[in-house]
Each structure stands twice: as structure tokens, then as C-alpha cells.
């Protein structure tokens, strides 16, 4: 397993669009976390799945906005009627549950979202 | 909601020269994290702090959990053309749980 992976690395897409982004976390990793970066700003977070159950969401995710983790492997983020401001770009990340520093989280290398 | 404030925002040293950048924080967390984030690529965990007081090394890196809670330094000694990047520092109250609150980042750049 070479890490999380992360499909499309970048996309362009018109605004009012839907697209969806997919990622695949380290295998053996029952935690998956979605976080958006926007340019010159930490990551920002947006939502974590442990196995298949989404266990929390940021006020960030809009109504537009849906992940799911269907078999608690992979995940898929969908950004409906996409607006300028979803300009991004998303991360996903996945970890261990549990306590301490084997369970903190690996990143993949994100999806550049641009919406023109 | 809670904020960390990461200071300084950018950086420009000589290489061979020594950085501190510090991240504080709104709110008490129990858990401090430090990242390097390099173009086109996801952040990397360089350090974990889980007590206060805490003082953990990496290498040439050396982190500290602030004894309040609520806020951590990051050193970086003797350092080298690939230092460069984003260093993020992200706080987290559950220390069970995914969700992290990033700082908004200090940009490092080596002169050789």
C-alpha cells in the first residue's frame, strides 16, 4: 500500500457543475477525514468516517455538499451546483482510531478543485 | 469556534541558521501536531505532543506543548535548502477523535 490516493489530482469544471471526487485510504485505516485547503489557509475540516459511519460534519458542509463511505473502504465527496467559491483544494486523509501517535492521520496529496 | 494563530506567516533564513515558529490558541487542546506541507502535495506529520509540558524531537526538529494548553513552538536547527514549505500547526481537544484545527501556516524559505 503506497498511502491514501486521491482521483482526479486536479479538475476544472463550470460553475453550476456537480463533481465528484474519490479517495482511497490506507488499506488496514478505519478512519477516513475529508478537509478542504483554500490558498494560503491551513486545511479546514469538513467531515470523518469511521468504517461506513460518518461520525461528524463541519457547519462547512453545505447542503451541496455530500461523502460517503459506503463499504468503509473508499470514500467519495460530491460538490453539487458548484459555485467560484468552492475553488479548493480537498484533501483526504485516514488513520487508526484510538490513541496516540500510530493512530494519527497520513494525507494524500488532494484534488485541486477550480470552478470557472 | 476555535482559532490557532500561527506566527511568524513567512520566513527567510540563511541556511545553517536556526527557526522557532509558535502557534497559539483561543482554546485548550489535548493534542499538538506539527506538519510540513511541500507545492502539490498533502501535509506530513512531523510531530505529535500529547501532554503538556511535553518537549519531543525529530531529528533537527524539536516541538513543545505549552504547559497552559494552549499553545506549542516548533524549533528547526542548522537548517537546509529542504526545509522549504508550509509548516502547519493543528491542535485537537478529543485526543480520540479525527477532527484537527490547523493554523493557517508559516512559509520557510533557505537561502543556501
Known amino acids: 500500500d503506497t498511502g491514501v490516493s486521491q482521483d482526479p489530482r486536479h479538475k476544472i469544471t463550470k460553475r453550476g457543475q456537480n463533481v465528484t471526487f474519490r479517495c482511497d485510504p490506507i488499506?488496514?485505516?478505519?478512519?477516513l477525514y475529508w478537509y478542504r485547503q483554500t490558498l494560503g489557509q491551513g486545511p479546514e475540516f469538513l467531515t470523518y468516517?469511521?468504517?461506513?459511519?460518518?461520525?461528524?460534519k463541519s457547519r462547512l458542509l453545505s447542503d451541496r455538499f455530500s461523502a460517503e463511505r459506503p463499504k468503509g473502504s473508499f470514500s467519495t465527496l460530491e460538490i453539487q451546483r458548484t459555485e467560484q467559491g468552492d475553488s479548493a483544494m480537498y484533501l483526504c486523509a485516514s488513520s487508526f482510531s484510538g490513541f496516540g501517535l500510530n493512530t494519527e492521520a497520513f494525507f494524500g496529496q488532494g484534488t485541486r478543485l477550480t470552478v470557472v | 469556534g476555535q482559532q490557532l494563530n500561527q506566527s511568524p506567516q513567512s520566513m527567510f533564513i540563511q541556511e545553517g541558521e536556526d527557526v522557532s515558529m509558535n502557534c497559539t490558541s483561543s482554546?485548550?487542546?489535548?493534542?499538538w501536531l506539527w506538519y510540513k506541507q511541500d507545492p502539490g502535495e498533502g501535509p506530513v506529520l512531523l510531530i505529535a505532543?500529547?501532554?503538556?509540558?511535553e518537549l519531543t524531537s525529530n531529528g533537527r526538529l524539536t516541538a513543545q506543548f505549552g504547559i497552559t494548553r494552549k499553545d506549542s513552538f516548533l524549533n528547526i536547527s542548522a537548517s537546509i535548502p529542504s526545509d522549504v514549505g508550509i509548516y502547519f500547526c493543528?491542535?485537537?481537544?478529543?485526543?480520540?477523535?479525527?477532527?484537527?484545527?490547523f493554523g493557517d501556516g508559516t512559509t520557510l524559505t533557505v537561502k543556501p
Open positions: 482554546s485548550i487542546f489535548n493534542t
Open positions: 493543528a491542535g485537537r481537544f478529543n485526543t480520540n477523535a479525527g477532527k484537527s484545527t
Open positions: 488499506s488496514e485505516h478505519n478512519r
Open positions: 505532543l500529547y501532554k503538556a509540558g
Open positions: 468516517f469511521q468504517n461506513e459511519a460518518q461520525l461528524e
